[in-house]
Structure formats: C-alpha cells, structure tokens
C-alpha cells in the first residue's frame, strides 16, 4: 500500500492559433419566407368588446382591494355518519383480514430468505477457510520439493 502518491504533473495549455477576421468562416443563413396565411372570416354579429383605455396592459394597477379574515366555519356533524353499516364493516374487517395475512406470509418468506443467505455466507465462509487451508498445504508441499532437489 503506498502512503504517498505521485503527483500528476500539469500540462500548460497552448493557446489558441490567431485567425484574422477574414479567415473566419461566414455563416449562411437562410430564412424561409413565411407562409401565406388565409384571411378568417367573421360571421355576421359576431364581435369582441375591446378593453377600456384604463385596461391596458401598461397602465397601473390600482391598489389590491382589501381582504376580509374570516374564520372559518365549524363543520357540523351528523351523528349518522358517524356510524358505519354492517355490512360495509364486515367488508373493511374482510380486508384487514387478509392484509394482516399477506403481511404475515410476506414476513415469513422475509425470514426464510434472511435464514437461506445466512446458511449460503456460511457456506461460503467454509468454502473460503478450505480454499485457504488447501493453498498453504500446496506451498509447503512445493516448498519441500525444491528444496530436496537442490
């Protein structure tokens, strides 16, 4: 593991080639002619009040028009609906019931896959100390032999 590191060295930026203005390249640009748009004629009758001069859009805006707090008002409840029918009750109890079954079942599988990789790094750790084990009985086996030939 190396405790320093090497610095980088940093290379100057050569600076741009000088271009005259009339080296530059000219861009062509052409724009298409607009389309012709037809005229739209308005039925008979048929008009648009324009706005007051006052309605311009440049002209200032008066001053904001004062708001009025009011509290708001408290909602009066029924007392029937406070009560749920029995058979809508049933229905949310039916429900309740089978989510609290899909969370049990979800939470089971959950512990079983918990329990499967567990056993797997288990397994693994095992695999990993033999590999190990059997590589230094390797280098002591080739140890011993070169050294009883030379």
Do not use: C
Not at 31 to 55: H, Q
């Amino acid at each position: 593991m190396r405790l320093f590191k090497r610095k980088e060295q940093v290379l100057p930026i050569p600076p741009p080639p000088a271009l005259e203005l009339d080296e530059l390249p000219k861009a062509e640009h052409v724009i298409p002619p607009a389309p012709e748009i037809p005229p739209i004629s308005v039925e008979d009758g048929f008009s648009v009040p324009l706005p007051a001069d006052n309605m311009s859009p440049m002209a200032p805006v008066s001053a904001p028009l004062p708001v009025e707090d009011v509290a708001p008002e408290p909602v009066k409840e029924d007392p029937a609906e406070k009560y749920v029918e029995k058979n809508d009750y049933e229905v949310v109890l039916g429900d309740l019931s089978a989510m609290e079954s899909t969370l049990r079942r979800s939470q089971n599988i959950m512990d079983d896959l918990v329990t499967l990789k567990s056993d797997a790094d288990h397994s693994l750790e095992e695999w990993r100390a033999t590999l190990e084990d059997v590589e230094r009985k390797l280098l002591y086996v080739d140890k011993v032999l070169f050294e009883s030939n030379e």
